[in-house]
């Protein structure tokens, strides 16, 4: 069982959000982050960098708005619905844009770009799910 | 003049964004995030903790808002309109819930808190005036 | 597999580090920065919160710490040694600090805190044998 | 007077760090991690960015450490002083790293790597100063 996991079960007080939801959500933007920021350092290694430059700015943003997300998620006192539904939204957004640009890379033999979009659908996925959740 | 101004006047590309607002921006998303966490850190010094425990939870979430939107802001090469709006509105939305409750504390007494109310409402501003310039 | 090793392994150059022991690290790092969060946010939520404020500190610079590092270690192009190895050593001690605090209140019954106190140890663990790789 | 000085003069407690200093050095760490982070983007934006790969990877470490140091030196609450040693120490070594590579391109015309470099130089040397003061 993951950290995300135990640390919800012994969590102190009740939470009115699904815990399978939150979990799977919290953890997704963490591994975006990471994906995300191991895929910008892989792109800056490739003799084609000037070609990636879209790519690695996009990363740099979405590891930034999966780590903000995932913490604020992560925290249930004094729950705040606006903070996290418009957390949410800009991660979706984030995950949509990184993971069309690193699409296109993968379905060109950019590897690291095709594990990093599947990352980032994930990541928008566990979100969007979440955001019916909470709505 | 300021490392944000200089380091804008010294970027190699046109960009599309009136930039006034968007340094202006920056420097408040900065400004307001460390003002957070000082007060985050200053209320945990209280007496009172038990009655500012809202008031922790929404500078370590408006903290982390400000720092990834004023990141995302200061990355103009291959702009995304959205990743941009999205971020801001979270970035408003954070620094709207942190300012209130902010402000509530400080006028009752609370010094610390009314100082980081002004820089929350000076970030949500700032956000505010940007936003409507990109849209 | 993880996206870590995922990405590490479609990494279009070579890199002078242990595989496992790196997967390892960058993983654990995550692992403890979001536990961490976690346990900061049951911390506040706990009746006797006044008695947690030093947990909740340390909580709070043991996840900047392990982000960071974690970040760090995700990026293997222009390796600089001395980044890596002063970062493992500041999130070392990171770990050490939060991590006796965590297991001291894990020990007087707070369970979420003896949860993080594990985290804690695993990434001072994971930090300790790669910095020992590394030297 | 900057918000981060009003936040420390309306901080509840006494701490014991000379205070003109840990301004210094929290505003340096905030203004580096954001010269950093826009002079990654602008290397993103020139021609030449593949002989810029090294300052943009230092760059990106640099902010991250920075925004470590920065956030755990404005905890005054149950100072650890250990903790700010070892984040000042690889704070010091990520402005050393990263400003030696942006003053070597700043000499050779990228005028915003120059700028990045003075960043660079006064973060690392108010961490100097602050890492004096508390030893």
Avoid: F
Wanted: proline fraction near 1%; glycine fraction near 6%; include cysteine.
């Amino acid at each position: 069982m993951s950290y995300t996991r135990q640390m919800l079960e012994t969590y102190p007080r009740d939470y009115g959000v699904d815990s399978d939801k939150l979990v799977a959500c919290i953890d997704a933007c963490y591994d975006c982050a990471n994906a995300c920021t191991q895929c910008a350092d892989a792109c800056l290694s490739e003799e084609g960098v000037a070609h990636l430059v879209k790519c690695i700015r996009l990363n740099a943003d979405c590891a930034d708005v999966c780590l903000a997300t995932g913490r604020i998620l992560a925290r249930q006192t004094e729950y705040d619905a606006n903070m996290a539904r418009t957390a949410l939204e800009a991660c979706i957004q984030a995950c949509s844009s990184c993971g069309d640009e690193c699409e296109h890379h993968g379905g060109m033999g950019m590897e690291h770009c095709g594990v990093c979009a599947e990352a980032c659908r994930s990541c928008e996925q566990a979100c969007r799910d979440l955001l019916t959740a909470i709505n």
